[in-house]
T-cell receptor, first 115, second 116 residues
Framework: AQSVAQPEDQVNVAEGNPLTVKCTYS??????LFWYVQYPNRGLQFLLK??????LVKGSYGFEAEFNKSQTSFHLKKPSALVSDSALYFC?????????????FGKGTKLSVKP | GAVVSQHPSWVICKSGTSVKIECRSL??????MFWYRQFPKQSLMLMAT?????????EQGVEKDKFLINHASLTLSTLTVTSAHPEDSSFYIC????????????FGPGTRLTVT
């Protein structure tokens, strides 16, 4: 079965420090991977995606993610966290078994950045 | 570009009534729209997939007679929660795929439904 795992319910980081939000996946075929951010009572905002090409993907708001095929991981990173980065982060993979290309989401990781 | 809106942003209704949620792609044509449900502090669960002009495909366990989905045009899909009950209270989010864009989904801001 295809799935996405975000092993951490919450990540706490001090402002200015680097942050990592972890994601691992299990899919059949080549993975199409996505990161989204959700602020309270809001929809999802797209951060970045990996389809093919360079393993290091740069996205919005200074975020980046590294695709690691051997470890089946796609961790989200940022060199210097901001308090405004505090939000809920979702990793997702495209469902190759479905005909419509829907996404399978991880459970989400709450990022808390303290001043 | 690629903006998706939802209306209303929040709604309170009484048990037994029906409520309609609209999902619109404002600046692109959406061949496929998805409806998700999100419980507090949980992930998004796909409810159904709709294609313009055809019947929606529902995920296992989702009652199609309760959650009516209509995708009447390339810019509008609606979700109607019929005979709503308190357990239907949730955050409903739609997303849309742009014609010719195979990989990306564009999400609406969500609709908070509270059934009293």
């Amino acid at each position: 079965a295809q799935s996405v795992a975000q092993p951490e319910d919450q990540v706490n980081v001090a402002e200015g420090n680097p942050l990592t939000v972890k994601c691992t996946y299990s899919v059949s075929g080549n993975p199409y991977l996505f990161w989204y951010v959700q602020y309270p009572n809001r929809g999802l905002q797209f951060l970045l995606k990996y389809i093919t090409g360079d393993n290091l993907v740069k996205g919005s708001y200074g975020f980046e993610a590294e695709f690691n095929k051997s470890q089946t991981s796609f961790h989200l990173k940022k060199p210097s966290a901001l308090v405004s980065d505090s939000a809920l982060y979702f990793c997702a993979v495209r469902d190759h078994l479905g005909s419509q290309g829907n996404l399978i989401f991880g459970k989400g990781t709450k990022l808390s950045v303290k001043p | 570009g690629a903006v998706v809106s939802q209306h209303p942003s929040w709604v309170i209704c009484k048990s037994g009534t029906s409520v309609k949620i609209e999902c619109r792609s404002l600046d692109f044509q959406a061949t496929t729209m998805f409806w998700y449900r999100q419980f507090p502090k949980q992930s998004l669960m796909l409810m159904a997939t709709s294609n313009e002009g055809s019947k929606a495909t529902y995920e296992q366990g989702v009652e199609k007679d309760k959650f009516l989905i209509n995708h009447a045009s390339l810019t509008l899909s609606t979700l109607t929660v019929t005979s709503a009950h308190p357990e239907d209270s949730s955050f409903y989010i739609c997303s849309a795929k742009r014609a010719g864009d195979g990989y990306e989904q564009y999400f609406g801001p969500g609709t908070r439904l509270t059934v009293t």
